[in-house]
């Protein structure tokens, strides 16, 4: 098992930055491909961004491509989200996730264990 927490959420301004971490305990981090999703209010929750095992290409949603960023640093056991250019409609809470069988997951069914999620508001 992986143990997951997130940590940077908080309140921004439109048009700021906030940096994203989930760190991870227990089995071999580099064992899985790793997830950002995010559950707006009210709505279901939606993939962000998706990185492979060793750092390769990552996968974005249309709607966060040339905002957000994701990496990860597999000495560190961590995985970043940056998000920049933010805008009213990115406030949700966002999880992340880790996925052992699939190399790049975009529905929260590939992903095997999840964060409790970290608040992201941003104010217009």
């Known amino acids: 098992q992986v143990q997951l927490v997130e940590s940077g959420g908080g309140l921004v301004q439109a048009g700021g930055s906030l940096r994203l971490s989930c760190a991870a305990s227990?089995?071999?981090?580099?064992?899985?491909?790793l997830g950002w999703f995010r559950q707006p209010p009210g709505r279901e929750r939606e993939f962000v961004a998706a990185i492979t095992r060793y750092g390769g290409t990552p996968y974005y949603a249309d709607s966060i491509k040339g905002r957000f960023t994701i990496s990860r640093d597999n000495a560190k056991n961590t995985v970043y989200l940056q998000m920049n250019s933010l805008k009213p409609e990115d406030t949700a809470v966002y999880y992340c996730?880790?996925?052992?069988?699939?190399?790049?997951?975009?529905?929260?069914?590939?992903?095997?264990?999840w964060g409790q999620g970290t608040q992201v508001t941003v104010s217009s």
């Open positions: 996730a880790a996925d052992a069988r699939y190399p790049l997951g975009a529905t929260p069914d590939t992903y095997d264990y």
């Open positions: 227990g089995r071999t981090f580099s064992a899985y491909a």
